[in-house]
């Protein structure tokens, strides 16, 4: 599967962004979907993700302010970004997997990756 990512851009602390991502050439209803930052100077971590089933995992520095969602239809999935805080700044990457919940976390799970998208946090 093949997937593109959108929606990254500058924007003050505190506002909002919903980034999409997506995906073409696959049975988007097979995979989990993730979504995975890298800031300057920092390894890529793990964000969010949604499985098959739209069970739905965080990482605890997102947790109540980033919501992740699926449109099966659209072959999309989304991040809805509130409250955002410098250090939120980073390039996001969507990524495709066949694990389970308990696999999102791991980037060496994700066989299918999105070329990312940057968003700035800044005044």
């Known amino acids: 599967v093949q997937l593109q990512a959108s929606g990254g851009g500058l924007v003050h602390p505190g506002g909002s962004l919903r980034l999409s991502c997506a995906a073409s050439g696959g049975t988007f209803t097979n995979y989990a979907m993730g979504w995975f930052r890298q800031a300057p100077g920092k390894e890529r971590e793990f964000v969010a993700g949604?499985?098959?089933?739209?069970?739905?995992l965080y990482a605890d520095s997102v947790k109540g302010r980033f919501t992740i969602s699926r449109d099966n239809a659209k072959k999309t999935v989304y991040l809805q970004m509130n409250s955002l805080k410098p250090e939120d700044t980073a390039v996001y990457f969507c990524a495709a997997s066949r694990v389970v919940l308990s696999g999102l976390r791991t980037s060496d799970n994700y066989n299918s990756w999105g070329q990312g998208t940057l968003v700035t946090v800044s005044s």
């Open positions: 949604v499985t098959r089933s739209t069970s739905t």
